[in-house]
């Protein structure tokens, strides 16, 4: 996610950098880390995680840009989830019918070597004809 400096971290807050100072820096309650220059910035996303929400001044207007991507992540991620449970149940679903297969090719071959043994034994001599009744 974005870094963003203390005063910006205060205003998508909507509460005053003192406020923010005494109730989350101080108390730990928000994760403050400093950039490469030794500045002390905040990441959005622990300010997602305390707030909520996150306001932005773009013509007055409340505007929950990020909350909204944080939304579309997750039904995103659900539907990942979602579809990979349904693939496995396809796949075990696939193994089933393949097994299934297999068991039914065994007993046409069990059943084509019954014939044809049955039909060695008669053996040419041993015909039967049709018009004889015995």
Known sequence: MAKVNISEAARMAGK????LYEKYINTGAITVESDR????????SELLRVFGT?????????VHEITEVHAEDNDKDMIVSALQSEN?????????????VIWLRDQVS???ALLT???????????????WPW
């Open 54 to 62: 996150l306001h932005f001044d773009d013509n007055k207007k409340d």
């Open 37 to 44: 220059d030794g500045r002390k910035v905040i990441d959005t």
């Open 88 to 100: 496995e149940v396809l796949r075990e679903y696939l193994r089933a019918k393949e097994e299934e």
């Open 16 to 19: 005053s950098r003192s406020h």
């Open 117 to 131: 043994h049955q039909e060695d034994n008669l053996g040419p001599t041993q015909t039967k004809r049709w018009w």
């Open 110 to 112: 069990k059943t084509t």
